[in-house]
Nanobody, 126 residues
């Protein structure tokens, strides 16, 4: 059974930091690209950061709104993907999801991801 479990969300003041984790199981981690997405109330789900398999044309995508503040990484020994979020802003408030697709190449279209975690709430107060 494929599972993605996010953790690390919470309430933080503007300018603060959080690190989200996504522990995956049920598939060969190296065969999947991983993406972090977020969805705020009344808005569409958007790609925040996506990471291709490190052994296949490793590439990283960051949304313009988070470049320079967020960092995605993966630990293949722990089957875990992280999203380090620094200098958080109130507009970063959303439910954050990790997702995987059975391809080495990450894309930003959320409909191309087959597996999703349950989401974790991130709230940034001003």
């Amino acid at each position: 059974e494929v599972q993605l479990v996010e953790s690390g969300g919470g309430l933080v003041q503007a300018g603060g930091s959080l690190r989200l984790s996504c522990a995956v199981s049920g598939f060969t981690f190296n065969d999947h690209a991983i993406g972090w997405f977020r969805q705020a109330p009344g808005k569409e789900r958007e790609a925040v950061s996506c990471l291709s398999n490190t052994g296949y044309e490793a590439s990283i995508y960051y949304a313009d709104s988070v470049k320079g503040r967020f960092t995605i990484s993966r630990d293949n020994t722990k089957n875990t993907v992280y999203l380090q979020m620094n200098s958080l802003k109130p507009e970063d408030t959303a439910v954050y999801y990790c997702a995987s697709r059975p391809s080495p190449v990450a894309v930003t279209t959320f409909t191309d991801y087959a597996y999703w975690g349950q989401g974790t709430q991130v709230t940034v107060s001003s």
